[in-house]
Each structure stands twice: as structure tokens, then as C-alpha cells.
């Protein structure tokens, strides 16, 4: 069974640019995340997504921060204009529904830098 | 609000050690609470998953403890490797949005 997909891996950008950020969950999974991770931190909850509705982006700032999932499968993350302190990694996970016991399982993430 | 800690942020062992990792949060109404481990550049690796409903988890050298009414958890690692060496990540999922909550991990080093 393919994994969680993201790319690209890395990204290094310039302040007030902006950026986007792909993810393709496991087949099947109705349930997406975006988590961001800041260096010596856990990672945070941005916004999770069932099926191509949002069910939670309450710490996701929208003054810059946009995300979709389309068709109810792939997601982007986006943000205009980045600042120095978005520099962090991107994960997306994935899970198969809001099951009690479900586990989420995550891609190998992107490390943006902004300078 | 949910916040997880853990303690302590990094450790250092010799090879072969028995050690324990700890987890504590705040909200004792979970769903279930996730050990992942983190190595460097990577994305992360579930662990152990323990119901609301269990006490512990075990896998292999792995065991996990889970103790709602104190609002805690162990990971309990048993002869350690070199190959355990990474950053050791527990989540809590709350009884609501069903998302996990991080705590800032444990640094785990083995030396040969």
C-alpha cells in the first residue's frame, strides 16, 4: 500500500513570495491533515479536512494561509506572502475516517525555508 | 485546550540501557494517545497506539502505558540500540476535532 505523498521536499523562498504544497493521502483515507512542524517543536494542526470539507482550520492563519482538497482526494497548502517565521516543515496525514480509534499516518514532509 | 509535555527533552544512554520516556496532558478526556518516533529530515513513524479504553500497548522492545485519570504516559524501551536514536513524539487526540496534539518530543541518543 503506497504511502502518503508530498512534494516537493524542499523549498527555499524569499520573504512576502509565495509557495504552495501538494499531498496525495493513502487511497481511501476521507480524513486530511496539515500539521506545522517549527524546529525543537511538535507539530501543530493547521487544518483537517473530511473528504473535501473542512472540518477544523481554527489555527490556520488566513491572512496568508489557504488550503483545498479537491475532488475530495489531493490537497494544496498555500501561502502568500510567506514570512520569515513559516520557515518550518509541512506534514500532511491521513486517515481513514473519524473513527474513534483511527490512526493517522504521515508523508515525509516539506522543509520550507524562508529567507 | 489540550497541551502535552514531555520530559526530559533530550537523554543520552549508553547501549543496552532500559529507559523510560514520559508524557503527561492536561485533558484526560482522549480518544487515544500516539508514540511516534521522528528521525532527522523525516516524517513520522506511528508507534504504539493505545485506546482510550486499554493500559498499555506492546511491540517488540516497545511497551506503552497509559494512565488517564493522572493524565499520563510512558514509553518504556527495552535494550536500547544505536538504531533507536531519533526524537520520540507522543499525541494525545482529543474527544472532539479528532486531531492529535503534539508534545515537543524526547531526544534520544544511543552511543555504541
Known amino acids: 500500500e503506497a504511502g502518503v505523498a508530498q512534494s516537493p521536499r524542499y523549498k527555499i523562498i524569499e520573504k512576502r513570495q509565495s509557495v504552495a504544497f501538494w499531498c496525495n493521502p493513502i487511497?481511501?483515507?476521507?480524513?486530511l491533515y496539515w500539521y506545522q512542524q517549527i524546529l525543537g517543536q511538535g507539530p501543530k494542526l493547521l487544518i483537517q479536512?473530511?473528504?473535501?470539507?473542512?472540518?477544523?482550520d481554527s489555527q490556520l492563519p488566513k491572512d496568508r494561509f489557504s488550503a483545498e482538497r479537491l475532488k475530495g482526494v489531493d490537497s494544496t497548502l498555500k501561502i502568500q506572502p510567506a514570512k520569515l517565521e513559516d520557515s518550518a516543515v509541512y506534514l500532511c496525514?491521513?486517515?481513514?475516517?473519524?473513527?474513534?480509534?483511527?490512526?493517522?499516518?504521515f508523508g515525509p514532509g516539506t522543509r520550507l525555508t524562508v529567507l | 485546550k489540550q497541551e502535552v509535555t514531555q520530559i526530559p527533552a533530550a537523554l543520552s544512554v549508553p547501549e543496552g540501557e532500559n529507559l523510560v520516556l514520559n508524557c503527561s496532558f492536561t485533558?484526560?478526556?482522549?480518544?487515544?494517545l500516539q508514540w511516534f518516533r521522528q528521525d532527522p529530515g523525516k516524517g513520522l513513524t506511528s508507534l504504539l497506539l493505545?485506546?482510550?479504553?486499554?493500559r498499555e500497548q506492546t511491540s517488540g522492545r516497545l511497551n506503552a502505558s497509559l494512565d488517564k485519570s493522572s493524565g499520563r504516559s510512558t514509553l518504556y524501551i527495552a535494550a536500547s540500540q544505536p538504531g533507536d536514536s531519533a526524537t520520540y513524539l507522543c499525541a494525545a487526540t482529543d474527544t472532539g476535532r479528532r486531531a492529535l496534539t503534539f508534545g515537543s518530543g524526547t531526544r534520544l541518543q544511543v552511543q555504541p
Open positions: 485533558d484526560s478526556a482522549i480518544y487515544n
Open positions: 479536512f473530511q473528504n473535501n470539507g473542512v472540518v477544523d
Open positions: 493505545i485506546q482510550s479504553s486499554q
Open positions: 487511497s481511501g483515507h476521507a480524513t
Open positions: 496525514a491521513s486517515s481513514l475516517e473519524r473513527r474513534e480509534f483511527d490512526e493517522q499516518f
